[in-house]
């Protein structure tokens, strides 16, 4: 199989953006994102990978993200962007999610120079100690607030996931502090990297305590990777009802969701691929839930199984595991405080 360059994924992705995107009614600049903006143009553009680019519209109320599809050869994910929220520098500086994307020239499309000023001043103080801990702070309120915001009247998918995503922040509270790309499917590893690199490494299974995986062995995971994929088949089918996360449950985005967790779970890092197998596994409950009843009962069981593996078995049990996260937030963040202020590359600023 003939790999990918970074370079020619986002020559591509470019071009989408140039050909379709900038033609669009109020459409004011673009710009990528994601974890491809560290890589050289040179590298190889990973399997399981896609090319993030961010829309800059005028609308106060951005659409519906496009989310993922192929253009020519690359998997490029395109998400709507209020001009609004790119306003000003401070705002920008203080987003966990939007500042690492300015933090060097990512720009594809600018047609007021506004993107161009943005990155100048975001880069110039990307680095600077108090917008660091203001990102940090932003990870760990969104923890918090997510955790305290659970709706035990929910279907199970959505209660799953209220828990899921933010009990996951707790890794970018991490990242951030260490000056690292905040991921979403690969969260757990690059955590483990930084604290492994900065002396925490004891604190790592804390974190998968948390996520209730610890126990799980690769050969457990690899048979809620298969059930996952013959959920996720089945949702991608009948998918109807638009989802903002739609397009990451498509035979377009399979690589990334079963190709990419089993990846993980080869190379021996099963514990890491837990958080996107369970977060995928309900947003196609969802997607069934909405669109296939019928088929959402015949693939409950996997599901069940995968969540009791976690050791959630009802709504009472949730709320007390979203509890045990918020209790270890002080822990998490004396750990963040330390890697911000061993960070080599974290100034004081002016």
């Not at 506004?114 to 990102?135: G, I």
């Not at 509270?173 to 690969?186: C, D, E, I, Q, Y």
């Not at 903002?244 to 990334?256: G, H, L, N, V, Y």
């Amino acid at each position: 199989m003939i790999t990918m360059k970074v370079g020619a994924a986002r020559k591509e992705a470019a071009e989408w953006v140039m050909q379709h995107a900038s033609k669009e009614k109020g459409f004011l600049g673009a710009y990528f994102s994601g974890s491809t903006i560290g890589l050289a143009d040179n590298a190889d553009l990973p399997e399981a990978s896609d090319v993030d680019v961010m829309i800059v519209t005028e609308q106060a109320e951005p659409p519906l993200k496009l989310g993922k599809f192929i253009y020519r050869s690359t998997l490029v994910e395109a998400t709507y962007l209020s001009w609004n929220q790119v306003a000003s520098a401070e705002e920008v500086l203080a987003s966990y999610h939007l500042a690492g994307s300015f933090r060097k020239d990512t720009i594809i499309a600018d047609s007021t120079g506004h993107l161009r000023r943005l990155q100048n001043q975001v880069s110039r103080h990307f680095a600077e100690r108090p917008w660091v801990r203001r990102r940090c702070e932003e990870a760990r309120n969104r923890v918090e607030n997510g955790l305290r915001s659970i709706d035990t009247t929910a279907p199970l998918h959505d209660q799953v996931t209220s828990w899921l995503f933010p009990t996951g922040v707790t890794t970018h509270v991490l990242l951030v502090a260490a000056l690292r790309n905040p991921t979403v499917r690969l969260r757990y590893l690059a955590a483990r990297d930084v604290l492994m690199e900065y002396g925490h490494a004891g604190l790592y299974q804390e974190l998968l305590k948390l996520l209730g995986c610890t126990e799980m062995t690769p050969e457990r995971v690899e048979h809620h990777l298969t059930e996952l994929a013959a959920t996720f088949d089945a949702a991608a089918a009948v998918a109807k009802t638009p989802f903002f996360f739609s397009t990451d449950i498509t035979a377009e985005a399979r690589p990334i969701a079963i190709a990419g967790c089993l990846k993980l779970i080869r190379a021996g890092n099963h514990h890491e691929a837990v958080f996107w197998i369970v977060a995928t596994f309900a947003r196609c409950h969802k997607i069934l839930h909405a669109d296939a009843p019928d088929l959402q009962r015949k693939h409950a069981a996997a599901f069940d199984a995968v969540i009791a593996d976690l050791g959630i078995t009802s709504a009472d049990n949730l709320l007390s595991r979203a509890e045990s996260v918020i209790r270890f937030l002080p822990r998490l963040w004396d750990t963040a405080e330390a890697i911000l202020f061993a960070n080599p590359d974290i100034v004081d600023g002016s």
